[in-house]
Nanobody
């Protein structure tokens, strides 16, 4: 039943970089805008970035200029290149369609990103 699988997280120092990947089933990926979300302990899950089918991107202000979202439609994969990471970026990162489905729960287990010295 796994349809969205995130990977690439880890422990990095401030200023470091990580590249997250999200493998999606074709039925979810095609025709949908994809997005990365993150959730820190005690906080709501937040939208981070979106990428439309044709490649148009959008970012929240806190990551603009540091993160780059992209997609490979042939591979049904979404990426999040994270540069100049800050401790405030520490969270579990999830991918999903945007907006999330109101009738189906596609959320995966996410991948942990920890930024600490």
């Amino acid at each position: 039943q796994v349809q969205l699988v995130e990977s690439g997280g880890g422990l990095v120092q401030p200023g470091g970089s990580l590249r997250l990947s999200c493998a999606a089933s074709g039925s979810i990926f095609r025709f949908n805008t994809m997005a990365w979300y993150h959730q820190a302990p005690g906080k709501q899950r937040e939208l981070v970035a979106t990428v439309a089918h044709g490649g148009t991107t959008s970012y929240v202000d806190s990551v603009k200029g540091r993160f780059t979202i992209s997609r490979d439609n042939a591979k049904n994969t979404v990426y999040l290149q994270m540069n100049n990471l800050k401790p405030e970026d520490t969270a579990v990162y999830y991918c999903n369609i945007f907006p999330p489905s109101r009738t189906r729960d596609y959320w995966g287990q996410g991948t942990q990103v920890t930024v600490s010295s």
